[in-house]
């Protein structure tokens, strides 16, 4: 059956929220950054100024830069209204990160006149509720969707309406501009002649996959033809609770992957605690330069909430790992969730009472 996808981006999102909260930003170069910054506002764009890019950089491209402190916890509020705002329409929902979402409209779309329209009132609900801008792509499966969404960025909106007109669209655009081609894979293939979306359509799926292996090659074949049957998982966010972070500097010592480790699984967490929540599933995701990115879990018997404990299993987990380099980003999920009740309170107590 065809599905019809819908992708949000909230436009530079940090900024925009400290931008709403403080109006004096407001048509001035921004970036929200600690050492590095997390994003810049579209003026700031216009020097060069980009997301992982050192402040101080960024300083020398625009020296009148207003630099904003970030404030995770109040982008991961927004988030959750966002995330709440969004599941009003329908509840077949997957989240990608705080300011981001794949939805299945193929059912709701049915109501309105059309996918302008759709997205349009997407838009102008958002705005309306949050003061937040965001982009919105319509396609025919997830990488349409997403490549759309990106088209008339700050809030605006494109449709693909099949695979086709996906493919015109993409033929002529460098091969990085692909889901999943990373600067590394990006650099083997233009050694090998490929630049273009394009120049894969000459490759049978036999060849691309005996030359950069089974995933890669499917991927190639695949997203350049503008085929993507993946699911949009829906059921992920009422199941689960975590969280993850992008670094703009790999991470490769084991010391500071220690460390960010532990801040991430912090936050995931105090979240778990937050929803009352005890977890039966622990799951890490590692994510290297060159895009590959690895999920493993355990799944454990009785669910607990014990923080120590479950510190351990993150370890434990994460150390079964190999590749322990080259590392931007880590997450710390927490799935098969059961409510912490009452019941099971005064059940602890009464056991550590004897
Ligand atoms: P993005 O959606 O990649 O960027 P953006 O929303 O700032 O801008 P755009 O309008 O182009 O979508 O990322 C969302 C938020 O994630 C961003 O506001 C800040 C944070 N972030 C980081 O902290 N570090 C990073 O390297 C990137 C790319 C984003
Ligand atoms: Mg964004």
């Known amino acids: 059956m065809n599905r019809?996808?819908?992708?949000?981006?909230?436009?530079?999102?940090?900024?925009?929220?400290?931008?709403?909260?403080?109006?004096?930003?407001?048509?001035?170069?921004?970036?929200?950054?600690?050492?590095?910054?997390?994003?810049?506002?579209?003026?700031?764009?216009?020097?060069?100024?980009?997301?992982?890019?050192?402040?101080?950089?960024?300083?020398?491209?625009?020296?009148?830069?207003?630099?904003?402190?970030?404030?995770?916890?109040?982008?991961?509020?927004?988030?959750?209204?966002?995330?709440n705002l969004v599941l009003k329409i329908t509840h077949k929902i997957e989240f990608i990160a705080l300011d981001e979402g794949y939805i299945d409209i193929t059912e709701v779309i049915k109501k309105f006149s059309s996918k302008e329209k759709?997205?349009?009132?997407?838009?102008?609900?958002?705005?309306?509720?949050?003061?937040?801008?965001?982009?919105?792509?319509?396609?025919?499966?997830?990488?349409?969707a997403k490549i759309a969404s990106d088209i008339n960025k700050p809030f605006g909106q494109y449709i693909f309406n099949s695979e086709e007109e996906f493919v015109e669209y993409m033929k002529e655009k460098k091969i990085r501009k692909l889901q999943g081609v990373g600067e590394k894979f990006e650099k083997l293939l233009n050694k090998d002649n490929i630049f273009l979306?394009?120049?894969?359509?000459?490759?049978?799926?036999?060849?691309?996959?005996?030359?950069?292996?089974?995933?890669?090659?499917?991927?190639?074949?695949?997203?350049?033809?503008?085929?993507?049957?993946?699911?949009?998982?829906?059921?992920?966010?009422?199941?689960?609770?975590?969280?993850?972070?992008?670094?703009s500097f790999s991470l490769n010592t084991e010391e500071e992957i220690n460390k960010k480790l532990q801040e991430v699984f912090e936050t995931a967490y105090r979240r778990l605690k937050e929803k009352n929540f005890l977890t039966k599933t622990i799951s890490i995701k590692v994510r290297y330069e060159d895009r590959v990115t690895i999920n493993k879990a355990k799944t454990i018997s009785i669910a607990i909430y014990d923080r120590d404990k479950l510190f351990e299993y993150v370890q434990e987990i994460f150390n079964e790992i190999e590749e322990k380099s080259s590392i931007k980003l880590l997450g710390v999920t927490?799935?098969?969730?059961?409510?912490?009740?009452?019941r099971q309170l005064s059940f602890k107590d009464e056991f550590n009472s004897k």
Do not use: W
């Not at 579209?42 to 050192?54: P, T, V």
């Open 4 to 83: 019809i996808i819908l992708h949000y981006d909230m436009d530079c999102f940090y900024a925009s929220i400290e931008t709403r909260d403080n109006p004096r930003y407001k048509n001035h170069p921004m970036v929200v950054a600690g050492g590095v910054v997390t994003t810049a506002n579209y003026e700031a764009r216009k020097y060069g100024i980009h997301s992982a890019m050192s402040t101080f950089e960024a300083k020398k491209l625009c020296p009148n830069l207003m630099i904003v402190f970030p404030n995770k916890e109040k982008y991961f509020k927004e988030s959750q209204i966002i995330h």
């Open 118 to 144: 759709f997205a349009k009132t997407f838009r102008e609900r958002i705005f309306k509720h949050t003061g937040l801008t965001c982009s919105v792509g319509i396609g025919v499966n997830k990488i349409s």
């Open 334 to 342: 927490f799935k098969n969730l059961v409510e912490f009740s009452m």
């Open 197 to 247: 979306v394009k120049d894969v359509h000459k490759f049978s799926l036999k060849e691309l996959t005996k030359r950069y292996g089974k995933a890669r090659g499917e991927l190639l074949y695949l997203y350049s033809r503008g085929i993507d049957y993946s699911p949009v998982e829906y059921d992920k966010p009422t199941h689960s609770v975590g969280a993850e972070n992008t670094y």
